[in-house]
């Protein structure tokens, strides 16, 4: 039901920002009297091939325009008359130009046009994290909540960090908001550092460049010391099958005492399995080969817990990932900023063009060989697991208004097949007087499209190897 649920996220946040993205071609293509063949969410062929696999799951012709709903979910398109794309290449424009085809219009109306998904997106991102931040408001844990400090994880104490640390300032500035400790502008910037309070003493830590990339890696560098009760077990878990249950204090695990929750994630992961399951490739393997994967021998650790008062020891099997299956309740109190609309829409352009600032940032340090491209990508997979196995209306808009902003700058790069593709070659016929031919324009769409391929083809596949 989880794997379903992230699904259908993803589906629904997917159709409405190509939706939107292909409207904002489709409107300014019919203000300019462009004639549209279709508009599609989703393709309704096997991109790039666009005679293969023609059907669609629902569609209408309404006046010129054929209205439909593909069946290929990584994408969609809108069909402009005249203009050479993923649908049209130079032989299908032999003819003259008619009045009403793309390539019969002035370059800066053809510019308008290309512009118009991107401008589209960039409203949406706009407009979802203003409405988010109103209705919502902005939930913040309190820095002076963060009372027994911070613990390291073993990236934070390479980097400095010790347990007990309170920090009190970043890049010399004191803050109120913990979260800001992992805030993207700060990661990303150059020189940063970190102040904390030790043994009555300030001392300065310096971020290493790599930081975001071994974020990735190893998923944080601090974490509050915060204790915590069983807030909730999840069904057919480890957690569930040892008995545990809501309103239980986990005390020890095995031997190690767990009085924060920090604490309970390294003992787990310190009694995790080292055996797993076996993956689907390898599930295929043996199911060709006719063979069965031996199962792991079970390892119970023992957990002591207290419940109403008493205490009691359970048994338990760590999953590889360190996990047992329960919520955590943890006992320390968030705070919420609450806006105004009119306040709640200065916030919301900040947020959305700082996702587009961090988007900039992430490629800068790829480019100069601080972090690894590889780790920096994902896909649909990646995306998915964001949006969560709890269909959670916050998040899902949050998630969505940042990934309207992530699909605004991804096309603006000039890369042919992109419509930051088109728009450089629209720039340069603006400033040259004169346009590419369309064989030229032919072969970058052919050549961007094979670049497009490789890297959905090292997100889908390659990347799970590395």
Do not use: C
């Amino acid at each position: 039901m989880e794997i379903l649920t992230m699904i259908g996220q993803l589906l629904l946040g997917l159709s409405i920002l190509v939706g939107i993205h292909e409207f904002g071609h489709f409107a300014t293509a019919k203000y300019f009297k462009i004639r549209v063949d279709k508009f599609y969410i989703f393709f309704d062929f096997l991109f790039p091939l666009p005679n293969v696999l023609n059907f669609a799951l629902l569609k209408k012709k309404i006046g010129e325009t054929e209205y439909g709903l593909g069946w290929f979910p990584l994408g969609g398109y809108v069909a402009i008359h005249g203009m050479i794309d993923e649908t049209q290449d130079a032989d299908a424009l032999a003819a003259e130009p008619q009045p009403n085809e793309f390539r019969a219009k002035p370059a800066w109306q053809r510019l308008i046009v290309m512009l118009g998904g991107v401008i589209m997106n960039v409203i949406t991102g706009i407009i979802i994290f203003s409405f988010v931040i109103y209705a919502y408001g902005e939930s913040y844990l309190p820095l002076s909540e963060v009372k027994d400090g911070i613990t390291p994880t073993a990236l934070g104490k390479e980097m400095g960090f010790k347990r007990y640390d309170k920090i009190v300032k970043i890049n010399g500035r004191p803050f109120v908001d913990f979260d800001s400790v992992y805030n993207s502008d700060v990661l990303l910037d150059k020189d940063t550092y970190y102040t904390v309070e030790r043994a009555n003493r300030l001392v300065d830590i310096p971020t290493p460049a790599d930081l975001i990339t071994r974020l990735n890696d190893e998923g944080g560098f601090v974490t509050p010391l915060t204790r915590f009760t069983v807030e909730s077990v999840v069904d057919k878990t480890p957690a569930m099958e040892a008995g545990l249950q809501n309103g239980d204090q986990i005390l020890k695990v095995g031997n190690q005492e767990t009085p924060f929750f920090s604490d309970l994630q390294e003992a787990l992961k310190a009694n995790a399995s080292t055996v797993e399951e076996p993956s689907l490739i390898q599930r295929f393997i043996n199911w060709v080969r006719g063979t069965a994967a031996e199962s792991a021998p079970e390892k119970l650790t023992p957990l002591l817990v207290k419940r109403g008062g008493q205490n009691m020891t359970l048994q338990v099997k760590v999953a590889p990932n360190g996990t047992i299956g329960f919520a955590p309740k943890i006992s320390i109190n968030s705070g919420t900023h609450h806006y105004s609309f009119l306040e709640s829409v200065p916030k919301g352009i900040d947020r959305a063009f700082g996702v587009i600032t961090g988007q900039i940032k992430a490629f800068g340090k790829i480019f100069r060989g601080e972090i690894s491209f590889g780790k920096s990508v994902g896909g649909p997979v990646e995306i998915a697991q964001q949006y969560g196995g709890n269909w959670i209306w916050e998040r899902f808009w949050v998630l969505t208004g940042s990934l309207s902003m992530v699909l605004a700058f991804m096309n603006l790069l000039p890369i042919p097949a992109l419509d930051g593709g088109h728009v450089i070659f629209l720039l340069y016929e603006m400033i040259a007087g004169r346009k590419p031919s369309d064989k030229f324009l032919e072969n970058a769409q052919k050549v961007g499209t094979a670049l497009i391929l490789a890297l959905m083809f090292f997100v889908l596949v390659v990347k799970r190897f590395i």
